[in-house]
């Protein structure tokens, strides 16, 4: 393999996670006066930290979310996490396979850490990832597009851009991945082939990785 280190996206990655919190930031803003629709969500949302939410939002309408809102928005999430949440079919093969042949890998999310930790615990992913393989936008001032969080993750792992490979699900995320000068496989399992631009390959199934990891 020709990369030293494989960087994940989590959400919609790893985790199938992306249709719930999704759905729920959508209702959670409507309800609170700023109509949303889950297409929107998904567009304006899907890879990024919070705090483009609050950026977005108070841009558009002059106005600020409450300050509990990421509590309460959490609190919701972490609770359908526990009913609904599942690995991204195919992605226990990958990882197997990426410990196989010793390639090092890890984790690098715009959510945060302990959204993370919910999401493996919930789905087994744990056992795979290490407090040392995981890496939030809180651990850097600038989440996603920008590429300090895989520059970060890649320099806490010891291994230089232009050796990682990021696996990517967000417009926002190819973007943090091209900034840093990484390559970047962009999974189009939701995110449309045409929105992932910059993408060194694209791929649909975890199956496809596989074989793009050769």
């Not at 995320?173 to 060194?200: C, I, N, Q, S």
Request: glycine content about 8%; overall charge negative; aromatic content about 8%.
């Amino acid at each position: 393999m020709r990369y030293d280190l494989v960087i994940f996206d989590n959400d919609g990655v790893l985790v199938d996670s992306e249709p719930i919190s999704n759905r729920l930031l959508a209702g959670y803003l409507t309800e609170i006066g700023h109509p949303t629709s889950y297409e929107d969500s998904i567009r304006d949302f899907m890879g990024s930290a919070m705090h483009r939410v609050h950026d977005l939002i108070e841009e558009r309408t002059g106005e600020r979310l409450p300050s509990d809102f990421d509590d309460v928005f959490h609190a919701r999430v972490f609770a359908a996490f526990e009913r609904e949440l599942k690995p991204v079919p195919g992605v226990v093969d990958v990882l197997e396979k990426l410990s196989a042949d010793r390639v090092p890998y890890c984790v690098a999310s715009s959510g945060s850490h302990e959204r993370i930790r919910v999401g493996h615990r919930t789905t087994g992913l744990d056992r795979w990832f290490v407090d040392g393989r995981i890496f939030s936008s809180q651990d850097v001032g600038r989440g996603k597009p920008a590429p300090d969080l895989f520059l970060h993750a890649a320099e806490r792992m010891g291994v230089a851009p232009g050796d990682c490979l990021v696996v990517e699900d967000s417009p926002l995320g190819v973007r943090a991945a091209v900034a840093a000068w990484m390559d970047v496989y962009g999974f189009t399992a939701m995110t449309p082939a045409d929105r992932l631009v910059g993408a060194t390959q694209l791929f649909s199934t975890m199956g496809e990785l596989a074989d793009l990891l050769g």
